[in-house]
């Protein structure tokens, strides 16, 4: 009787120092909407975007000012390499930091990744050669490790109920980030030249011209950094405690062993022979995973095409904007983007579910899409007009893809696997994101020399091409496994 009554002492205790156990007691006696919670994800989620999507207004320039482009129908061939370098350097890392998140927690990660914000995004805005550029980019994508920790977190801080809105916090604020940064690069980037009463060109904004959008987004991070400090950690990690306490000499649980309530879920017999479920052998969850990533290579394609689109020059099909123009486009589109995720979507999703909104939202992608090169015929306030309405529906559609894959990923693992299963998603997606932009930066500039083709020519290749990799992505959503996990 006297062991049975210190053992349970000993749980009680052991609960009150988990983490993940704190947690799930919050959630039980959690009434209405976390915005605290939900507010601590979107901080994460924007501070990961906004580096990714700030250069794509001014990279065109950037790359002009490098001087490595023999031509200007070139520019946009090495301006692809520059964004695909962040996503070869995250696709290398990704797996390795949701295992370090699987066994030492979601915060330390968190809080390391935003750290590097400041450090490499600094750095990136001090380049003064081509090379230097892509070397930082690359490791910033090394170290920034945020949104697939960040997804694993905000299915586990809030109740099953919330999962939908706060995953939906994630696409929206990572689709905030697509257009506040590029906001940020249209409207900051080369200050001498444009604010020239505030900025002089003998200042270090003159000498690096591309310093202060970089500088404003690590401000940013350090006040998401010093946010994230209160952080909870939703990690269980009672066991691994409990047999340290009960018997040292037993070897340890790691925490990435442990199911949503804390359990090994291994039986008496053979807790220290059975191990999990490989990854790659979950049908499910692969099945999401190329889905995603088809949708993934897409959309950041469409993200560095679009950039180079508008500001080139109209003889060769864009749209004439500068850097500014095309910053506040995508900076208006943000505004119904923020008004879609939080008050449409969810009702959508649980009326029509997970893969009809899916499905929607890749069907009309596709005719939308087709449109784009007949915009660039329009002039004046028209053309701001339809651009603008195209970049908010375009904008929308893609984040419901997102989100909803979000959500049947983390449906298809238990918790003790769900960073490993989301730094494996991360990983893949990189791989397919870091041809996405240097493919897109190579059709680009191929199509800028074949205005006079018969078929396709000039920029309706471009966009013929982006609804092709749309349509493969469509169909592979009708792969069977992915209906499991609705």
């Known amino acids: 009787m006297a062991d049975e009554a210190r053992e349970t002492l000993l749980e009680e205790k052991e609960d009150n120092n988990c983490p993940?156990?704190?947690?799930?007691?919050?959630?039980?006696?959690?009434?209405?909407?976390?915005?605290?919670?939900?507010?601590f994800i979107w901080?994460?989620?924007?501070?990961?975007?906004?580096?990714?999507?700030?250069?794509?207004?001014?990279?065109?320039?950037?790359?002009?000012?490098?001087?490595?482009?023999?031509?200007?129908?070139?520019?946009?061939?090495?301006?692809?390499?520059?964004?695909?370098?962040?996503m070869i350097g995250r696709a290398l890392t990704s797996i390795l930091w949701g295992k370090l998140a699987d066994r030492y927690g979601r915060k330390p990660i968190i809080l390391m990744a935003t750290f590097s914000v400041i450090i490499f995004n600094t750095?990136?805005?001090?380049?003064?050669?081509?090379?230097?550029?892509?070397?930082?980019?690359?490791?910033?994508?090394?170290?920034?490790?945020?949104?697939?920790?960040?997804?694993?977190?905000?299915?586990e801080v809030v109740s099953e109920e919330?999962?939908?809105?706060?995953?939906?916090?994630?696409?929206?604020?990572?689709?905030?980030?697509?257009?506040?940064?590029?906001?940020?690069?249209?409207?900051?980037?080369q200050p001498a030249e444009k604010y020239p009463n505030i900025f002089s060109l003998d200042s270090v904004f003159g000498s690096f011209p591309y310093f202060l959008p970089s500088l404003v987004i690590s401000v940013y991070a350090i006040g998401a950094l010093i946010a994230c400090w209160w952080l909870p950690e939703t990690l269980h990690t009672h066991?691994?405690?409990?047999?340290?306490?009960?018997?040292?000499?037993?070897?340890?649980?790691?925490p990435n062993e442990l199911n949503n309530d804390g359990s090994t879920g291994r039986g008496l017999e053979d807790h220290n022979t059975q191990s999990k479920p490989s990854l790659l052998r979950n049908r499910?969850?692969?099945?999401?995973?190329?889905?995603?990533?088809?949708?993934?290579?897409?959309?950041?394609?469409?993200?560095?095409?679009?950039?180079?689109?508008?500001?080139?020059?109209?003889?060769?099909?864009?749209?004439?904007?500068?850097?500014?123009?095309?910053?506040?486009?995508?900076?208006?589109?943000?505004?119904?983007?923020?008004?879609f995720q939080l008050m449409v979507y969810p009702p959508m999703e649980k009326s029509l579910g997970l893969l009809v909104v899916i499905r929607l939202s890749a069907v009309m992608l596709i005719p939308l899409l087709s449109c784009y090169p007949s915009i660039a015929s329009l002039s004046g306030l028209t053309l701001h007009l339809v651009i603008n309405c195209a970049s908010i529906l375009k904008n929308a559609l893609s984040i419901s893809l997102v989100t909803g894959l979000f959500i049947l990923l983390n449906k298809a693992v238990p918790q003790s696997q769900r960073g490993a299963a989301n730094g494996l998603s991360m990983t893949a997606m990189s791989i397919f994101k870091s041809f996405g932009p240097a493919g897109g930066?190579?059709?680009?500039?191929?199509?800028?020399?074949?205005?006079?083709?018969?078929?396709?020519?000039?920029d309706e290749m471009v966009f013929f091409v982006l609804n092709l990799v749309q349509l493969i992505g469509l169909i592979l959503t009708f792969i069977p496994y992915i209906s499991q996990n609705q």
């Open 20 to 39: 993940g156990c704190n947690i799930d007691r919050l959630k039980q006696e959690q009434r209405g909407i976390p915005y605290i919670h939900l507010s």
């Open 123 to 155: 750095l990136f805005g001090l380049s003064t050669s081509f090379w230097f550029a892509i070397s930082v980019r690359f490791l910033l994508g090394c170290v920034n490790c945020l949104l697939g920790v960040i997804r694993a977190y905000a299915s």
């Open 162 to 189: 919330y999962h939908a809105l706060s995953l939906s916090v994630v696409s929206t604020s990572r689709g905030i980030g697509l257009i506040i940064g590029p906001a940020i690069g249209g409207y900051l980037a």
């Open 284 to 339: 499910p969850l692969m099945a999401i995973i190329i889905v995603y990533c088809v949708f993934s290579l897409q959309e950041i394609a469409y993200s560095e095409i679009f950039s180079l689109w508008a500001v080139s020059d109209k003889s060769y099909g864009g749209l004439s904007f500068s850097s500014q123009d095309v910053g506040q486009v995508l900076a208006i589109s943000g505004l119904g983007l923020l008004l």
């Open 43 to 86: 901080l994460v989620s924007l501070c990961t975007a906004l580096p990714i999507s700030s250069l794509f207004p001014y990279l065109y320039f950037m790359i002009r000012d490098f001087h490595v482009a023999e031509k200007e129908e070139d520019i946009g061939f090495y301006a692809g390499f520059v964004a695909s370098s962040f």
């Open 441 to 458: 930066g190579i059709l680009f500039s191929w199509a800028q020399k074949r205005q006079t083709a018969t078929f396709l020519p000039g």
């Open 239 to 254: 066991c691994r405690i409990s047999r340290g306490r009960l018997n040292p000499n037993e070897p340890e649980y790691s």
